[in-house]
């Protein structure tokens, strides 16, 4: 049986796609918070988002890293809102 020529630390495709959803959603979050017109508010929440996923960027558990991309989501539209409503 011939040995694998990847690395062993290469990801699974699922993985690969769970990673670029993590990323997509990190970017997401960032523009999001580029639009706070407060400068103070604006590095806080800079700073929440960045310790955030830096907390979390261990997690392995399939099952909880999608539980988490769920409420990074619903926390972006929830901001997305908010800037909405401020802007109107």
Do not use: C, H
């Not at 997401?28 to 806080?44: E, G, H």
């Amino acid at each position: 049986m011939a040995a694998s020529r990847l690395p062993p630390a290469t990801l699974t495709l699922k993985q690969f796609i769970r990673r670029q959803q993590v990323l997509l959603l990190y970017r997401r979050i960032l523009q999001a918070i580029r639009q706070v017109p407060n400068d103070s508010d604006r590095k806080y929440l800079k700073d929440w988002a960045r310790e955030e996923f830096k907390r979390n960027k261990s997690a392995t558990e399939e099952d909880a890293i999608r539980m988490m991309i769920t409420q990074g989501n619903m926390q972006l539209k929830e901001l997305e809102k908010s800037l909405a409503l401020a802007k109107s």
